[in-house]
């Protein structure tokens, strides 16, 4: 005995072994406590139901235990550790004389706890005591999990609602993401206005199950005209690389429609590469969308080497053009009718201004007389532009051809 007082000095016994629901999963019981002196010392057992640590938090949080849990890191393993209890900590297990008790049970006297029996004290199979630990590590924040997702952000603009939320719950399914922490795991990926939708729903939405989250995500983001697909299945290759080429189109497609067939996105590809470039382009060798890359790989290696950058360059430019939407609105918007015949009255007449034959009179000090018949003869000189003609404009006018 030691010469320290040990009257209110007590010993608890803890060992690490295999769940008895999962031989995988090691755990550490509390075994027993032990007083040393009085007329109830002994070592008192806990019973099988009572020995888990998540009975015991008070005793756990205390600095020695919790120094005899961390020093635990292998299967088979006996710790114990002498201490002295604090009042609020006492009360769990002793009662107002002493007795020992847990949970209101009174405990019984038991014998020492060896090494050998510590693998087999809450199971049948004897574990080895050189078995490493199998400890189920705690759960790292969401936040945390979700960085190690590889989607990109939602993009309203950019990104297919329907396709981009099911890699989003491809995801949370590979980082074992609940069912009901989706929602608060969908707000990390959004961004503008997406994020305020998120805001707004989280205010007014009743059903707050994932279920729910689901609906209203695919019903305001998913795009309800034909705009989309019709610019995937009009994209055709103008210049520049015939693989980028393939691979936008194939990916507009896929975008537009995931149930298409292999063989009607193979025919699109083909359809919008020019004829002496699809005519190269073997039947026998482009059955599968690989195959088709292959081959247009191939026949781009094949391409003469000799040709200026500065037309590539203009093509590319002129390709951009044309697959843009925003800016065939900007080239557009550059036709625009003659502002002095408007301000005159005569709305809707396309020609320059520095030609215009109301200005020339103006500055002459003649007035121009609108007659019927002079004015069918002016309308003759005008010339409507449309996309149509602009295209083949940007199509023929100084560009090499392919």
């Given at each position: 005995?030691?010469?320290?007082?040990?009257?209110?000095?007590?010993?608890?016994?803890?060992?690490?072994?295999?769940?008895?629901?999962?031989?995988?999963?090691?755990?550490?019981?509390?075994?027993?406590?032990?007083?040393?002196?009085?007329?109830?010392?002994?070592?008192?057992?806990?019973?099988?139901?009572?020995?888990?640590?998540?009975?015991?938090?008070?005793?756990?949080?205390?600095?020695?235990?919790?120094?005899?849990?961390?020093?635990?890191?292998?299967?088979?393993?006996?710790?114990?550790?002498?201490?002295?209890?604090?009042?609020?900590?006492?009360?769990?297990?002793?009662?107002?004389?002493?007795?020992?008790?847990?949970?209101?049970?009174?405990?019984?006297?038991?014998?020492?706890?060896?090494?050998?029996?510590?693998?087999?004290?809450?199971?049948?199979?004897?574990?080895?005591?050189?078995?490493?630990?199998?400890?189920?590590?705690?759960?790292?924040?969401?936040?945390?999990?979700?960085?190690?997702?590889?989607?990109?952000?939602?993009?309203?603009?950019?990104s297919n609602a329907s396709i981009w939320l099911e890699s989003f719950e491809?995801?949370?399914?590979?980082?074992?993401?609940?069912?009901?922490?989706?929602?608060?795991?969908?707000?990390?990926?959004?961004?503008?206005?997406?994020?305020?939708?998120?805001?707004?729903?989280?205010?007014?939405?009743?059903?707050?199950?994932?279920?729910?989250?689901?609906?209203?995500f695919v019903e305001n983001f998913t795009v309800k005209g034909w705009t989309?697909?019709?610019?995937?299945?009009?994209?055709?290759?103008?210049?520049?690389?015939?693989?980028?080429?393939?691979?936008?189109?194939?990916?507009?497609?896929?975008?537009?429609?995931?149930?298409?067939?292999?063989?009607?996105?193979?025919?699109?590809?083909?359809?919008?590469?020019?004829?002496?470039?699809?005519?190269?382009?073997?039947?026998?060798?482009?059955?599968?969308?690989?195959?088709?890359?292959?081959?247009?790989?191939?026949?781009?290696?094949?391409?003469?080497?000799?040709?200026?950058?500065?037309?590539?360059?203009?093509?590319?430019?002129?390709?951009?053009?044309?697959?843009?939407?925003?800016?065939?609105?900007?080239?557009?918007?550059?036709?625009?009718?003659?502002?002095?015949?408007?301000?005159?009255?005569?709305?809707?007449?396309?020609?320059?201004?520095?030609?215009?034959?109301?200005?020339?009179?103006?500055?002459?000090?003649?007035?121009?007389?609108?007659?019927?018949?002079?004015?069918?003869?002016?309308?003759?000189?005008?010339?409507?532009?449309?996309?149509?003609?602009?295209?083949?404009?940007?199509?023929?006018?100084?560009?090499?051809?392919?």
């Amino acid at each position: 005995m030691s010469s320290i007082d040990e009257d209110d000095r007590v010993r608890f016994t803890l060992f690490s072994t295999a769940d008895s629901t999962d031989q995988k999963t090691t755990v550490i019981l509390v075994h027993s406590v032990e007083v040393f002196s009085g007329p109830n010392a002994g070592l008192y057992g806990f019973a099988l139901e009572h020995r888990y640590l998540k009975h015991h938090k008070e005793l756990c949080d205390l600095p020695v235990i919790a120094g005899v849990i961390r020093s635990m890191k292998h299967r088979g393993q006996i710790r114990r550790g002498i201490l002295r209890l604090t009042p609020e900590v006492r009360k769990l297990y002793f009662d107002e004389d002493e007795n020992v008790v847990f949970k209101g049970d009174y405990l019984e006297e038991t014998e020492k706890l060896e090494k050998s029996r510590a693998s087999t004290a809450t199971s049948t199979t004897p574990v080895a005591s050189t078995t490493p630990i199998v400890v189920t590590p705690p759960r790292k924040p969401l936040q945390t999990i979700m960085k190690d997702a590889v989607i990109p952000k939602f993009n309203e603009e950019k990104s297919n609602a329907s396709i981009w939320l099911e890699s989003f719950e491809k995801e949370c399914e590979r980082l074992i993401v609940k069912e009901d922490e989706k929602p608060q795991a969908l707000k990390l990926f959004l961004e503008g206005s997406a994020l305020d939708w998120y805001d707004t729903n989280l205010i007014l939405l009743e059903d707050t199950t994932w279920q729910s989250w689901k609906t209203e995500f695919v019903e305001n983001f998913t795009v309800k005209g034909w705009t989309q697909s019709k610019y995937a299945i009009n994209f055709r290759y103008i210049g520049g690389g015939l693989s980028e080429y393939a691979r936008k189109k194939l990916k507009l497609l896929a975008e537009t429609g995931k149930t298409l067939p292999d063989e009607w996105r193979i025919f699109m590809v083909i359809a919008g590469l020019p004829d002496n470039i699809s005519c190269k382009i073997k039947i026998d060798r482009a059955k599968t969308v690989n195959g088709l890359i292959g081959e247009i790989s191939q026949l781009e290696k094949q391409t003469p080497k000799n040709q200026s950058s500065k037309s590539s360059a203009k093509v590319t430019s002129k390709t951009e053009i044309l697959n843009n939407q925003v800016d065939k609105k900007k080239f557009q918007t550059e036709i625009r009718p003659c502002r002095i015949c408007e301000k005159a009255g005569k709305p809707g007449r396309f020609h320059p201004e520095a030609e215009c034959f109301l200005a020339a009179n103006a500055k002459s000090g003649r007035t121009f007389v609108n007659t019927n018949s002079k004015q069918k003869n002016f309308e003759k000189i005008v010339k409507v532009t449309n996309n149509t003609e602009i295209e083949d404009v940007l199509n023929n006018d100084n560009v090499p051809k392919n």
